[in-house]
């Protein structure tokens, strides 16, 4: 399941735990426990901090002077990486 779910996320940039749940037909709760297991494996990882006060100067979302989110995100490591082409 782990690489299905490595295949997918690769193929769509989708890391949504509620969308991989539905995409896969498993709780919420797995999903995210199967990201874990990624994470801890070293394929997926999180990039924090990908909203930025520069960001703002060309955004119309109308937060510029106000405290950003703590946007996370996520990519695929160079390991993941590794890991598809073997598939």
């Not at 999903?31 to 990624?38: C, R």
């Not at 901090?49 to 937060?63: D, H, N, V």
């Not at 002077?65 to 082409?85: A, D, P, Q, R, Y």
């Amino acid at each position: 399941m782990l690489k299905e779910l490595l295949i997918y996320i690769d193929a769509t940039g989708d890391f949504s735990s509620k969308n991989l749940a539905k995409k896969f037909n498993i709780s919420e709760y797995l999903a995210e426990e199967y990201k874990l297991k990624l994470v801890s494996m070293g394929y997926i990882q999180k990039v924090q901090g990908s909203c930025t006060s520069e960001m703002c100067k060309s955004c119309g979302c109308g937060c510029s002077g106000k405290v950003l989110n703590g946007t996370i995100n996520w990519e695929i490591t160079g390991k993941g990486k590794e890991s598809l082409k073997k598939s």
